[in-house]
């Protein structure tokens, strides 16, 4: 099962709310929109279409790369929505954060947690500043 691929506002997100990016994997979505609206920090969760498989499927099927991720950034209109340029991207895929960058060259590619359950202390001590 798949969301739709686009950017969910979870607890009402302003200009300098975070940027997280992860799979449309309906399982994935819903686990982490839940930590992240448990955190109490609004933020902006970007969902890319790699038809509906978890992070670590997709990027081991080449589906979640840095060129669909920045594509998907690219098109989505949420420089629009934020001040900040950073981008979160799951820690599992921590490896291909440096091609990220190179791929979007005015955002900084944090690294986020493996584990959706540590996002909420993730987020409290994450700075978009």
Same mark, same amino acid.
């Given at each position: 099962?798949?969301?739709?691929?686009?950017?969910?506002?979870?607890?009402?997100?302003?200009?300098?709310?975070?940027?997280?990016?992860?799979?449309?994997?309906?399982?994935?979505?819903?686990?982490?929109?839940?930590?992240?609206?448990?955190?109490? &920090?609004?933020?902006? /969760?970007?969902?890319?279409?790699? @038809?509906?498989?978890? %992070?670590?499927?997709?990027?081991? *099927?080449?589906?979640?790369?840095?060129?669909?991720?920045?594509?998907?950034?690219?098109?989505?209109?949420?420089?629009?929505?934020?001040?900040?340029?950073?981008?979160?991207?799951?820690?599992?895929?921590?490896? &291909?954060?440096?091609? /990220?960058?190179?791929?979007?060259? @005015?955002?900084?590619? %944090?690294?986020?947690?493996?584990? *959706?359950?540590?996002?909420?202390?993730?987020?409290?001590?994450?700075?978009?500043?």
């Amino acid at each position: 099962m798949a969301v739709d691929s686009k950017f969910y506002e979870i607890g009402n997100p302003d200009e300098n709310s975070p940027v997280l990016v992860t799979t449309n994997f309906s399982l994935t979505y819903f686990i982490v929109s839940g930590e992240i609206e448990g955190s109490k &920090i609004p933020a902006w /969760l970007g969902v890319v279409d790699v @038809d509906g498989q978890s %992070v670590l499927t997709a990027w081991a *099927a080449g589906k979640f790369v840095p060129e669909t991720i920045a594509k998907f950034i690219n098109t989505s209109g949420i420089a629009d929505k934020v001040k900040h340029r950073k981008l979160i991207i799951p820690g599992y895929v921590a490896q &291909i954060s440096g091609e /990220l960058e190179e791929e979007l060259p @005015d955002w900084e590619i %944090v690294i986020g947690t493996r584990e *959706a359950a540590d996002i909420p202390a993730f987020l409290r001590q994450f700075s978009t500043t």
